[in-house]
């Protein structure tokens, strides 16, 4: 509970640089030495909470160490934080809190895809520079031009995976298992359009909603399609059953998994039954990379179990707005906009991000892992950037 | 494949379908009856009956992880929860019963989110998962074909449990008892029988049902959070009133029917709708034809 605690012992701040700004303005004198307003919304209660407090704890650190290092343009960064609850009306009322209460012009979203949609009008709306950590959705770039995302957005991971599946593992017939939301749609449109010219035949569809835990038809019918693989969308709390469930029936196909997998607590609830599971566009652990490593001591550290992709991004969004306002020589939200479009090889903690295309996606490779021992272990990285191009428009 | 294996197989797949179907009936069955008699006897929605059925998983999955042992975990949540059960009944409905019947259920639905809550401000928004490795429990070997062993567990533990049920209600003295109060309240009172320790009996048995329901359930996921309660609360509902109001026959019938609806829905029209959609459908078309419920006896 952070971000509370942070919020009664800061007011009197607040009101103290109020008056400061005022007088500072009416004397007309140099620019305040303020602090930079990050604003941040994530999933802080509610099923996604396991997530959202990855992605707050991660903001932090980023915020922290940034701070330690001297700050940006002279300025320290404050993080201003607020729980989405993973839904969209709350999204909505938090995004304007930040714009209307607290004067936030650069925002890091840690959504979900349903309310980082929700949320990104808005803020492109107030002219309020945001980087999309995760929120897989292809309308939340749509929202326009000062809307960034950092995470292959759900067709391009889906279209990936079909690559992968055909070129690497070489299966031929799969079963697909979708989860119906935004992001577990998104996903699979990408795979199954995609799919053809690789020539995966897709055996059968299903799917499956997001509060279901028990897959016991799913699994029956996947036992009967008979498959060579298996590809299925989900978070970890329905991927963990689903997976184990599949296993337990004796089904012995690879099962390939989307990005969303990627949690220390899939293998938890699996358990041996996770062994073997492909998770594509996941946290490549193994890198060697000093920062990476940096960031996964301190983080165990802190949370008490270790990062996963989706506190990597942030963490990496954070950077990267740092980068921005840098880059930019300022904290105004066009100049940053302007800047972040011309980002070059910023390396990410996920890898070097190549930079961001006309709609502000990401261009980068995508990295594939299995689980090995319970771990989460290198397996491949797919660099074919046209095979998942992101859209233009 | 030869034909006669292709046969063989299509009959494999229907029966495996079935077994998921009565796999999730018999779940249904036993979160259900516990809210059909305390329907039947004080015609309360007794909403609440979720948090006991994920009380029944939570210390299943903790006792079993601090003693290393999943019976263990079972008996502790056949123990624990009768007593939640009945102390809902003292301390929530009791002093409640001179009101109107909403406000007992309202009352009800502010347990369930208050359990909710605690829940997760006690055992963490992610949930907790079995320590020993429950995967291994899970699967067998029947005849060349692997089975989930837990889905099995469950229709077993359902058949005994209700066999057991009936053999209380129909050949003991205090299930007749029982039986006699929940139809006929102030005759079988007439006949000296205590309608006060009824329902304390009837929150007993019905919160232990719905334990054991929630221990195998957190067995087949290997996950208990805060929101197992949430999915079977609402269907075991539209499954009493598809039971025909408090009887324990008709929701039997119901929770298979509705298990067997959802688990070869899921195959024929699963592409486009999921299990829980499937499922109110199925509700709403047979309460459209039989809006007096299975039973057919209107209780109201």
Known sequence: MLHRKWKTSTRPMNLLMGVAAVALSLAMAQPARAEIKIGFQAPLTGFAATDGKSAEIAAEMAIENINNAGGVIGEKLRLIAYDDQAKSDQAIFTANKLIGEDGVKLVVNGSYSASGRAAAPIFQNAGVTTIVAYGVHPDITLAGDHIFRLVHLGPPQGRATALFVAKDLKLKNVSTITMDNDYGQATMDGFLEASPKYGIKVINKYSYSLKDRQFGSIVASVKRDNPDGIYATGYFFTAGPLVAQLRAAGIKAPIIGSQAFDSQKFIEIAGPAAEGTYIVDSLDRDRNDAALQKFFAEFTKRAGYPPESVASVVYSAVKLMADGIKRAGSADPTKVKDALAETKNFPMLEGTLIGFNSLHEIIMPISVNVIEDGKFKFFAKLGDLDAFAPPEK | ?300
């Not at chain 2, 039947?40 to 029944?56: K, N, T």
């Not at chain 2, 347990?111 to 829940?119: C, G, I, R, S, T």
């Not at chain 2, 299930?175 to 009996?201: E, H, M, N």
């Open chain 2, 1 to 300: 494949m030869s034909s006669a294996q292709l046969l063989r197989s299509e009959a494999v797949y229907y029966v495996d379908l079935a077994v998921t179907g009565i796999t999730f009936g018999c779940m249904y069955a036993m979160m259900a009856v516990g809210l059909a008699l305390v329907y039947g006897l004080l015609r309360i929605l007794h909403i609440a009956h979720a948090a006991v059925f994920a009380l029944g998983a939570y210390v299943t999955v903790l006792v079993a992880n601090a003693t290393g042992s999943v019976a263990l975990g079972f008996v502790a949540a056949i123990l624990v929860t009768p007593l939640f059960g009945m102390t809902i009944y003292r301390l929530l409905y009791e002093p409640l019963l001179k009101y109107r019947p909403d406000v007992p259920m309202i009352a009800s639905v502010g347990l369930l989110v208050l359990m909710q809550d605690a829940f997760r401000i006690g055992f963490g928004e992610q949930g907790v998962t079995f320590h020993r490795d429950v995967y291994d429990l899970m699967t067998v070997d029947l005849l060349g074909v692997t089975v989930n062993a837990v889905q099995i567990a469950i229709v077993i533990a359902a058949a005994v449990i209700f066999l057991g049920l009936h053999l209380f209600t129909t050949r003991t003295r205090i299930g007749v008892a029982w039986r006699a109060t929940v139809s006929r309240p102030k005759i079988a009172a007439s006949f000296g029988v205590d309608p006060i320790q009824v329902r304390y009996l009837n929150f007993a048995l019905g919160s232990a049902l719905a334990a054991i329901a929630g221990g195998l359930v957190a067995l087949l996921n290997n996950l208990v959070d805060p929101s197992i309660g949430y999915v079977v609360s609402y269907k075991a509902l539209a499954i009493i009133v598809l039971g025909g109001l408090g009887s324990v026959r008709g929701t039997l019938i119901a929770s298979l029917v509705l298990g067997l609806v959802e688990a070869y829905g899921t195959i024929f029209i699963g592409q486009w709708l999921d299990r829980d959609a499937i499922a109110f459908l199925a509700l709403i078309a047979l309460l459209m034809v039989r809006p007096q419920g299975f039973t057919g006896v209107r209780t109201a």
